[in-house]
């Protein structure tokens, strides 16, 4: 019989090769507990590079460099323009590569369906509630009243390019708009709803075909992870986009040449903050989910839609963080891209309390049919002027412009703030997709509020 031979070659007796064999696999079963007791604990990573603390500081030095030497606070300006060019980028790519997977992926076609209608029910329900918002309190405030402001002495010649685009923008415009001339062409003009309508089609497709396509399936899976490795790569660069775009809006406008306008501005800030808190935060509650918590976990993107006045260098990000609460991928895909077009809470509470704003400061009275003329309109023209630059200016004057009583000229009054009042927009419009894009994964039972609750909580770790 065969002897095993063990350490310094010595034979061991064949009797004792089962008790060996047992000494041996023990010491193999308890030597990855000693490698796993003695591996070192992950490092905490310096609180200076958290992205949340250089944004912040990088907005400081802006208002500083504003303040102290508007002249070259202005030159910075080209930082801004480049990280939100370079975000603008990537964006087609993000919603293309995400939605056409999420799709392919979805084995009930249906459901895709019932989350597009599900979302644009809650799209036009809570941005109407802001439009109605927006309306009661330019009527209860009166943001206006005492500026007895004579529209022949405003610069009209400089709404003349607004004006222009707002008339080319009709309803029939906008839904012939959705559809590109050809497919490259949606990408190279960059417009989120004609790549979102090539995106579903094309994920309706493959997943229409089954197998033999997904080896496509995959290399756009693919896709995703490394567009959101551009992402990650082109975010450290936020602190410097958010310094020149703060520098220059405080170099140029500065803080107090606002003067009497600074009331509409404080207004429309109060406004949108309580529209977070109590409106989206009651819409939150109902879900199962604390506002203030969500608010937390996307600390980052609001810091860079404060910076940048863009609500567009947060969405790659936002989506990201979307699906990392618990929404799937076609989702995410379907409603956040949309939301962007359809679910503008702050752009809507800014055009019922502008308009009412224009009509108040010109001494020009509205009566209870015009004001609902103008909430009326404006639910179709806060669409309609999408994905044109200055859209809400755009979609406020094609709504003026409606009602002949308003002197569209009136509008010169805001040309100076925009900036300010879009930072507002931008942060509303930004959140409230978030919310939503939570509210419809509850409403389609994708998590529960305990899983949602946890994984909220998990971002704060």
Request: aromatic share 8%; glycine share 8%.
């Given at each position: ?30 030597a ?68 056409v997977?999420?799709?392919?992926g ?12 599900k ?41 003349a390019?607004y ?62 992870h ?19 775009a ?8 500065g ?10 501005i ?46 567009e ?36 509470l800014?055009?019922?309390?502008a308009?009412?704003f ?12 015009e ?14 002027a999408?994905g044109?630059q200055g ?15 308003i ?12 900036r ?42």
């Open positions: 019989m065969e002897s095993l031979r063990v350490g310094d070659g010595h034979p061991v007796r064949p009797g004792r090769k089962a008790a060996l064999r047992t000494d041996l696999r023990k010491e193999s079963n308890t990855p507990l000693v490698t796993t007791m003695t591996s070192p604990a992950p490092q905490k990573k310096p609180f200076y590079t958290s992205l949340s603390l250089q944004v912040l500081v990088a907005m400081a030095a802006a208002i500083a460099l504003g303040y102290f030497s508007p002249a070259k606070a202005m030159a910075m300006k080209p930082l801004g323009d480049a990280f939100i060019r370079m975000i603008t980028m990537i964006i087609t790519l993000i919603i293309f590569s995400t939605v997977t999420g799709i392919a979805m084995e009930d076609m249906k459901k895709v369906g019932r989350v597009g209608g979302a644009l029910l809650y799209f036009e329900a809570v941005s109407t509630l802001a439009l109605g918002i927006g309306l009661v309190v330019g009527n209860l405030v009166h943001p206006g009243a005492g500026f007895n402001v004579n529209v022949s002495t405003l610069d009209a010649k400089s709404l390019d004006a222009g685009q707002a008339k080319a923008q009709s309803v029939t415009d906008f839904l012939m708009h959705i559809i590109p001339t050809t497919v490259m062409d949606a990408f190279a003009k960059g417009d989120i709803l004609q790549v979102l309508f090539v995106s579903v089609l094309f994920g309706f497709a493959l997943s229409a075909v089954g197998p033999r396509c997904k080896p496509l399936v995959d290399l756009f899976d693919a896709l995703t490394a567009v959101f490795g551009v992402v990650k790569i082109l975010m450290r660069l936020a602190p410097l986009g958010a310094f020149g703060m520098a220059f809006t405080v170099g140029k406008y803080i107090a040449s606002l003067g009497p306008l600074a009331k509409l404080g207004l429309f800030y109060v406004v949108s903050i309580l529209f977070v808190l109590l409106v989206l935060g009651g819409i939150a509650r109902v879900a199962g989910f604390s506002i203030l918590k969500f608010l937390a976990c996307i600390k980052e993107e609001i810091l860079v839609v404060l910076g940048l006045s863009s609500s260098p947060a969405l790659p990000t936002l989506m990201a963080k979307m699906e990392r609460l618990g929404c799937s991928k076609a989702l995410v895909g379907l409603v956040v891209p949309t939301g962007y077009t359809f679910n503008t809470d702050g752009t809507s800014y055009m019922t309390l308009a009412l224009v009509a108040q400061a010109t001494n020009t009275h509205l009566s209870l049919r004001q609902l003329t103008i909430l009326a309109v404006a639910i179709l023209t806060s669409k309609g999408s044109v859209a809400s200016f755009i979609a406020l004057v094609g709504t003026l412009m409606v009602l002949p009583s002197p569209v000229a009136g509008m010169a009054l805001l040309l100076g703030i925009d300010f009042m879009s930072t507002a927009r931008a942060l509303v419009n930004m959140i409230g997709n978030g919310v939503a894009a939570l509210v419809v994964a509850r409403w389609e039972n994708e998590l529960d509020s305990a899983t949602l609750r946890r994984n909220l909580a998990d971002f704060g770790k």
